[in-house]
């Protein structure tokens, strides 16, 4: 089913995969927009239990309020999707499905981001920041990319510890940091500032 979203759309399917650990309702973004203009991917955890809370489906849902607020954060006014897509931002989340638990096995990570989360990415031609919102994206873009081209673009290591280096590969600036989506957003505040600090980051590299 493909439901009208104003300007865009998202997918909902049913996923055969055999994940234990998530709910099998998967969704994610179907972009209508030229690709070409986008250069910022920035790539959440998890689709929320609840549809109308994710990105490209509601303005008043969650999932676009806590990243208002983080764009915001970073002195960046965004009224609507249409204000991130007009940026060169696209959202999405690493998994597709919504999770059972707070954790994912690595499995499921690896699996939701060979399948899908790959062929998104690079359905983009002219990314020049990829920012990975959370330790499910950070692995899952670690994981295509070993797949890919044989290397880690993301050190391992506590997000706190290496959110200050530079990680680059291919012309691409990755930018590991902490989900601005789901109930912890508004409740850890040092995090908040960091994502703040890490979006600036991101404008300013396709600004060069």
């Known amino acids: 089913m493909i439901r009208e979203v104003n300007w ?27 690709k070409n203009a986008i250069s910022i991917i920035m790539i959440s955890e998890s689709a929320p239990v609840d549809h109308s809370n994710y990105f490209y489906e509601d303005n008043h849902g969650s999932f676009f309020t806590t990243t208002q607020t983080a764009f915001r954060d970073a002195d960046i006014c965004v009224h609507s999707y249409k204000d991130l897509t007009n940026l060169g931002i696209y959202l999405t989340t690493a998994i597709k499905c919504s999770k059972i638990d707070y954790l994912v096995s690595a499995k499921t990570i690896k699996k939701c981001a060979s399948k899908y989360l790959e062929n998104e990415i690079f359905g983009f031609p002219n990314v020049k920041v990829i920012m990975c919102m959370g330790d499910f994206a950070i692995k899952s873009v670690n994981h295509i990319f ?47 500032k960091m994502i703040a600090e890490d979006i600036k980051l991101a404008i300013s590299v396709i600004k060069k």
């Open 8 to 34: 865009m759309t998202s997918k909902t399917v049913t996923c055969n995969y055999p994940c234990t650990d998530i709910y099998k309702d998967f969704i994610y973004p179907a972009f209508k927009g030229d």
């Open 146 to 192: 070993k797949n890919k081209y044989k290397i880690y673009p993301i050190e391992r290591g506590s997000t706190y510890k290496i959110r200050n280096k530079a990680h680059f590969y291919n012309g691409i600036r990755f930018v590991p940091s902490y989900t601005q989506t789901g109930n912890s957003y508004n409740i850890e505040q040092s995090k908040r």
